[in-house]
């Protein structure tokens, strides 16, 4: 019976001095990161370059603008500028980065 009571008792003690407060922290961290990123993204004005992306491959030759088209590059290019972007971002934050 004393051998159950102490694996009760560290276990609660594990779950409630080590793991609880964990979440909490990586919650507000991970709240803190998806709701600011939008924001700064918004404030350096990366929309415009990202969506502008798609813009520029219609100066191609059809032969190479087929492939890329084909390729989906264009959208490949706004995934990697953005992610790039989010990273950038991510990295300024003074407890992430």
Same mark, same amino acid.
């Given at each position: 019976? *004393?051998?159950? =009571?102490?694996?009760?008792? +560290? $276990? =609660?003690?594990?779950?409630?001095?080590?793991?609880?407060?964990?979440?909490?922290?990586?919650?507000?961290?991970? #709240?803190?990161?998806?709701?600011?990123?939008?924001?700064?993204?918004?404030?350096?004005?990366? &929309? +415009?370059?990202? $969506? &502008?992306?798609?813009?520029?491959?219609?100066?191609?030759?059809?032969?190479?603008?087929?492939?890329? $088209? =084909? =390729?989906? *590059?264009?959208?490949?290019?706004?995934?990697?500028?953005?992610?790039?972007?989010? %990273? #950038?971002?991510? %990295? %300024?934050?003074?407890?992430? +980065?």
């Amino acid at each position: 019976m *004393v051998a159950i =009571l102490a694996f009760l008792k +560290g $276990s =609660l003690a594990f779950v409630f001095g080590k793991m609880i407060p964990k979440f909490f922290a990586f919650f507000a961290l991970y #709240f803190i990161v998806a709701e600011f990123t939008p924001i700064l993204i918004d404030l350096i004005g990366a &929309n +415009g370059i990202i $969506s &502008n992306i798609s813009q520029l491959f219609n100066g191609l030759p059809t032969m190479a603008l087929y492939f890329l $088209s =084909l =390729l989906k *590059v264009g959208t490949g290019m706004q995934i990697i500028f953005s992610a790039y972007i989010t %990273r #950038f971002i991510i %990295r %300024r934050i003074p407890v992430i +980065g």
